[in-house]
């Protein structure tokens, strides 16, 4: 399956995509841990994201529609993949219809997660991710890690993200509204679009989303 998950920043997005891709066999990407990787081993790409991300704003089109094509070009995601954080706008969603088109595939599904703002502000104030993969995700509250500030999937240490402070948060909910939204509209206009709350457990919530992916397959 191709899936695009959608949603405000803390949305759980992270979170529920690593569950999904295992349940659908298919590989999660993400552009905004791709960005950090680069990040964190210091390549050109990563220097260049780090300004807009730091700021709440959105890394240029051409830069992250090259990088995640390189990555959908990967021979893992030859059967599908699941999109997190990418297409972000319209055009970055115009430019993966026409990548998928010229390969003769196209997107079985997206995945809304709806969840109100005070909620979307307390779990990113929570999050805490891990230096060594900012896929491994977890919550001061919600979900602790077993030994204050330890990663427990791999040992390494837990902080804050650079763009969780409380102005960068806000900027990227703003970014969020009048950009990314209006992809929703883009894909119901293709009947594409499944909402479903992100509210309850983590696993009450993947069990929603495999429920609305259901009547996508
Ligand atoms: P990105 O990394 O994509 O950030 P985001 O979209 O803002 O989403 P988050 O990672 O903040 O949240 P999430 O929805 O994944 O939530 P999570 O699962 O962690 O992008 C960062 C930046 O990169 C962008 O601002 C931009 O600059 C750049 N970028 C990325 N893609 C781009 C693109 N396509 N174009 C241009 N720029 C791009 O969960 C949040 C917390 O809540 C966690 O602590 C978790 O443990 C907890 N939690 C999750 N689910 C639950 C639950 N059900 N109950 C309680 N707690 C929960
Ligand atoms: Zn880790």
Same mark, same amino acid.
Do not use: W
């Given at each position: 399956m191709r899936?695009?998950?959608v949603?405000p920043?803390?949305?759980?997005?992270?979170?529920?995509?690593?569950?999904?891709?295992?349940n659908?066999?298919?590989p999660?990407?993400?552009?905004?841990?791709l960005?950090r990787a680069?990040?964190?081993?210091?390549?050109?790409?990563?220097t260049l994201?780090?300004?807009?991300?730091?700021?709440? @704003?959105l890394? #240029?089109?051409? /830069?992250?529609? &090259?990088? !995640?094509? $390189?990555? *959908?070009? +990967?021979?893992?995601?030859a059967?599908?993949?699941?999109? @997190?954080?990418? #297409?972000r706008n /319209?055009?970055? &969603?115009? !430019?993966? $219809?026409? *990548?998928? +088109?010229?390969?003769?595939?196209?997107l079985?599904?997206?995945?809304?997660l709806?969840?109100?703002?005070?909620e979307?502000?307390?779990r990113i104030?929570?999050r805490?991710?891990?230096?060594n993969?900012?896929?491994?995700?977890?919550?001061?509250?919600?979900?602790?890690?077993q030994k204050?500030g330890?990663?427990?999937?791999?040992?390494?240490?837990?902080?804050?993200r650079?763009d969780?402070?409380?102005d960068?948060?806000?900027?990227?909910?703003e970014?969020?509204h009048?950009?990314?939204?209006?992809?929703?509209d883009?894909?119901k206009?293709?009947?594409?679009?499944?909402?479903?709350?992100?509210?309850?457990?983590?696993e009450?919530?993947t069990?929603?989303?495999?429920?609305?992916?259901?009547?996508?397959?």
């Amino acid at each position: 399956m191709r899936i695009v998950l959608v949603g405000p920043p803390g949305a759980g997005k992270g979170t529920q995509a690593a569950f999904l891709a295992t349940n659908l066999s298919v590989p999660h990407i993400s552009t905004g841990d791709l960005f950090r990787a680069n990040i964190s081993n210091e390549t050109e790409l990563g220097t260049l994201a780090k300004s807009y991300m730091d700021r709440g @704003d959105l890394v #240029p089109d051409e /830069v992250t529609i &090259a990088m !995640a094509k $390189d990555r *959908m070009e +990967q021979s893992d995601a030859a059967d599908g993949f699941l999109l @997190d954080g990418f #297409p972000r706008n /319209v055009q970055q &969603a115009e !430019a993966l $219809d026409d *990548m998928l +088109q010229t390969e003769g595939m196209k997107l079985d599904g997206v995945l809304d997660l709806e969840v109100p703002e005070d909620e979307v502000v307390k779990r990113i104030a929570g999050r805490r991710v891990c230096r060594n993969d900012s896929s491994h995700v977890f919550h001061v509250s919600y979900k602790p890690s077993q030994k204050e500030g330890v990663c427990d999937l791999c040992g390494g240490e837990l902080y804050q993200r650079d763009d969780d402070s409380e102005d960068t948060v806000r900027k990227r909910l703003e970014v969020y509204h009048t950009q990314t939204e209006p992809i929703i509209d883009y894909y119901k206009a293709q009947g594409l679009v499944v909402t479903i709350s992100a509210l309850g457990k983590v696993e009450e919530v993947t069990q929603r989303a495999m429920e609305a992916l259901g009547s996508k397959a």
